[in-house]
């Protein structure tokens, strides 16, 4: 039997270019790239947690931000049901809070980055993303 999450991730863009972030030493997928996010705590709507994931991970406050879809990944062990966002503004500057990479990248141009393997159809999709509507 699985154990199963909730979780958010945001897809922070500066102009045409998003944000990626790779999973610091330490955790399962280690070095691997993501949407930055975690763990939807008890209680709390995923729009809260998009917040406060984005200001634990990375030190910014979104500020104008649009859910855009869900999708669950079956892990070893794990489901993972995510709630993606898409981020349109911000306040601050991205900071490392848990030590790992971040990388600005153009859709379709992420080089030879490894994803993890719930983010893949994701970053392919970002390939045919028309903008933010109502932003």
Same mark, same amino acid.
């Given at each position: 039997?699985?154990r199963?999450?909730?979780v958010?991730?945001g897809?922070?863009?500066?102009?045409?270019?998003?944000?990626?972030?790779?999973?610091?030493?330490?955790?399962?997928?280690?070095?691997?790239?993501?949407?930055?996010?975690?763990?939807?705590?008890?209680?709390?709507?995923?729009?809260?947690?998009?917040?406060?994931?984005?200001?634990?991970?990375? *030190?910014?406050?979104?500020? +104008?931000?649009?859910?855009?879809? @869900?999708?669950?990944?079956? $892990?070893? &062990?794990?489901?993972?049901?995510?709630?993606?966002?898409?981020?349109?503004?911000?306040?601050?500057?991205?900071?490392?809070?848990?030590?790992?990479?971040?990388?600005?990248?153009?859709?379709?141009?992420?080089?030879? *980055?490894?994803?993890?393997? +719930?983010?893949?159809?994701?970053? @392919?999709?970002?390939?045919? $993303?028309? &903008?933010?509507?109502?932003?």
């Amino acid at each position: 039997m699985s154990r199963e999450i909730r979780v958010v991730a945001g897809i922070v863009w500066k102009g045409a270019e998003f944000l990626a972030v790779d999973r610091p030493e330490g955790k399962a997928f280690a070095r691997m790239w993501e949407f930055p996010g975690g763990k939807i705590a008890s209680g709390e709507s995923p729009e809260d947690a998009l917040v406060r994931e984005l200001h634990e991970e990375l *030190r910014i406050t979104a500020t +104008a931000f649009g859910y855009w879809r @869900e999708k669950s990944h079956q $892990y070893d &062990g794990l489901l993972v049901h995510l709630t993606f966002f898409h981020v349109h503004a911000f306040q601050g500057v991205p900071f490392p809070a848990e030590g790992q990479s971040l990388a600005w990248l153009a859709p379709g141009q992420t080089g030879p *980055r490894a994803f993890l393997p +719930a983010d893949v159809e994701i970053v @392919e999709a970002l390939k045919t $993303y028309a &903008g933010p509507k109502g932003f």
